[in-house]
Nanobody, 115 residues
Framework: QVQPVESGGGMVQAGGSLRLSCAAS????????MGWYRQAPGKQRELVGR???????NYADSVKGRFTISRDNAKNTVYLQMNSLKPEDTAVYYC?????????WGQGTQVTVSS
């Protein structure tokens, strides 16, 4: 089992964009469902969106139309493209990989959106 690794976080002004990446185990990536979650200070972790092994996506209402999840099986990487960022998007963003054998979380990457 290999823990997924997120990257791409940082600080951006409101209205800006960021793209997060999550690299997961190559051996099982193509058959894994991938999810993006976030946790803001003092709040519970919440689902941002997910992409299934066959490419189906779903998103939280709060990010629909602004965020896009995609995956590149050849690079065993899933992406979270975040546009029109708002201060309320500030959080630690986590990647989650789920398949028949395991359910693993990454360590998270901080996203800070300033007003």
């Amino acid at each position: 089992q290999v823990q997924p690794v997120e990257s791409g976080g940082g600080m951006v002004q409101a209205g800006g964009s960021l793209r997060l990446s999550c690299a997961a185990s190559r051996s099982t990536f193509s058959i894994s469902d991938m999810g993006w979650y976030r946790q803001a200070p003092g709040k519970q972790r919440e689902l941002v969106g997910r992409i299934t092994s066959n490419g189906m996506t779903n998103y939280a209402d709060s990010v629909k139309g602004r965020f896009t999840i995609s995956r590149d099986n050849a690079k065993n990487t899933v992406y979270l493209q975040m546009n029109s960022l708002k201060p309320e998007d500030t959080a630690v963003y986590y990647c989650r990989v789920t398949n028949t054998w395991y359910d693993l979380w990454g360590q998270g990457t901080q996203v800070t959106v300033s007003s």
